[in-house]
């Protein structure tokens, strides 16, 4: 990562989307924590399971995943196979670093209008035990997929082809 040059406006809202993400995914983990911890806690002490905790989690657990994803995006440690760079000439793996983010793109791309189209057909649906509308579990999708383009975007500002 390079840091000679100053930060431009665009680089700065980038940063500061960064971190707004990394905030709501360990609010998610903490949330998903307590909530796991709480319907354990009622199911096995309580004898009552609350009824919303395991589809509550997994809601978070969802938005924790796909915004996760662009943070490990932006800092280069999305999941590889590193042993093909083991494999092939120093030359080409500039190359192949910049096709594995092509194809983060278009995963990115992939979630943002497939998923809005999702979002679309759940605004009828009700998540049951919760009582609140699908909607807002589709809506992860092309959030996440937006972070991606832009976390992406961020990594090649900062020159981090690899």
């Not at 983990?29 to 589809?55: C, K, Q």
């Not at 999702?118 to 649906?125: A, H, I, N, V």
């Amino acid at each position: 990562m390079s840091t000679s040059r100053p930060l431009s406006l665009l680089d700065t809202v980038l940063d500061g989307l960064y971190l707004t993400i990394e905030i709501i995914c360990k609010l998610m983990l903490l949330a998903m924590v307590i909530i796991i911890s709480y319907t354990v806690f009622g199911r096995f002490v309580l004898n009552r399971t609350p009824t919303w905790g395991e589809e509550l989690s997994i809601f978070c657990m969802v938005w924790l995943a796909v915004l996760g994803s662009a943070l490990a995006v932006r800092n280069g440690i999305h999941i590889r196979m590193t042993i093909i760079d083991y494999l092939i000439p120093e030359a080409l793996k500039v190359w192949v670093h910049r096709a594995a983010y092509l194809v983060i793109l278009f995963v990115g791309f992939t979630f943002l209008f497939a998923g809005s189209a999702l979002f679309e057909l759940d605004k009828g649906s009700i998540i049951g035990a919760l009582g609140f509308s699908r909607k807002w579990l589709a809506l992860a999708l092309p959030v996440g997929g937006a972070a991606q383009i832009l976390m992406v975007i961020a990594r090649f500002r900062r020159g981090g082809w690899a």
